[in-house]
């Protein structure tokens, strides 16, 4: 009995280190070929009647358009270095398994997620003002949509959790709250706000400009990279925190 749990423990272990290698992979991989898709910088822009949905001929690079037309390129790439990549790694971090700086002292830790976070937050930030001026330029309403909506949801989250964060860098400036219990709600806040970043990029792939760029069964493995990091920062997360202090009582 004895060498069977033995055995289940580290068929469990290999697993998590599996599924941890693969939200590595994802982490990665879904900005760089979101980059490859909206080729930032571009300087596409559409004027004149538009097909379908008001979509018209492209403008030249020298029309006056065309410096502000690749304004909307860089928003899914931001958004996707945001909460695919800079918060995926900010949270893989403190994997038992497979933390790319396990090896280090857990305060050096603290410190690269803190920086990871930030930065996340930035490009958000400057990703979430992309689009509203770009919005603005085309005459368009904005958090109109469930995209926008839990876009705008997920930026105001994410800076509410950093500033959290500075609790956990100076726990004296809660007197009443012990250490272990602001940990506690750290953690899980951030993983509602980074399950909250992952939908809104899940609803951006249902978008226009998503969805005829992107078909058949490429469309669905796209849709599986959030849902693949989702499921390995949920399971980190219970494991360290909310399975431990279920165990506790």
């Known amino acids: 009995m004895a060498l069977t749990a033995e055995s ?3 068929l469990y272990r290999s697993l998590r ?3 941890g290698a693969a939200a590595h992979l994802v ?9 490859v898709l909206a080729r930032p910088g571009s300087s596409e822009c559409r004027r004149g009647r538009g097909r379908g949905r008001g979509e018209g001929r492209m403008c030249r690079r020298t029309s006056p358009c065309a410096s502000l037309a690749g304004l909307f390129s860089w928003h899914p790439l931001l958004m996707a270095l945001a909460f695919s990549f800079l918060m995926t790694e ?3 971090i403190f994997s038992p398994e497979t933390s790319l700086l396990r090896s280090f002292s857990r305060k050096v830790r603290v410190r690269a997620h803190w920086a990871l976070q930030l930065v996340a937050l930035l490009c958000a930030l400057l990703g979430l003002g ?14 109109v949509t469930w995209h926008g909506l839990t876009g705008l949801l997920a930026v105001l989250y994410a800076g509410g959790q950093c500033a959290g964060g500075v609790l956990l860098l100076y726990p004296k400036l809660m007197k009443n709250w012990t250490l272990a219990k602001l940990k506690l709600y750290h953690a899980t806040s951030g993983l ?3 399950l909250l970043g992952c939908a809104s990029l899940m609803l951006g792939m249902c978008s226009l400009w998503f969805t005829t760029t992107v078909t058949g069964a490429s469309w669905y493995l796209a849709m599986l990279c959030p849902v693949v990091t989702s499921l390995v920062i949920m399971n980190q997360v219970s494991n360290a925190y909310l ?6 009582h």
């Open 243 to 248: 399975y431990r202090k279920r165990s506790q």
């Open 8 to 10: 289940e423990s580290r």
């Open 130 to 143: 992309i689009i509203t001026y770009n919005k603005h330029l085309n005459g368009k309403g904005h958090f």
């Open 192 to 194: 509602v706000g980074y």
């Open 27 to 35: 982490a990665l991989g879904f900005p760089a070929a979101v980059a």
């Open 90 to 92: 900010a949270l893989l």
């Open 17 to 19: 280190v599996a599924a």
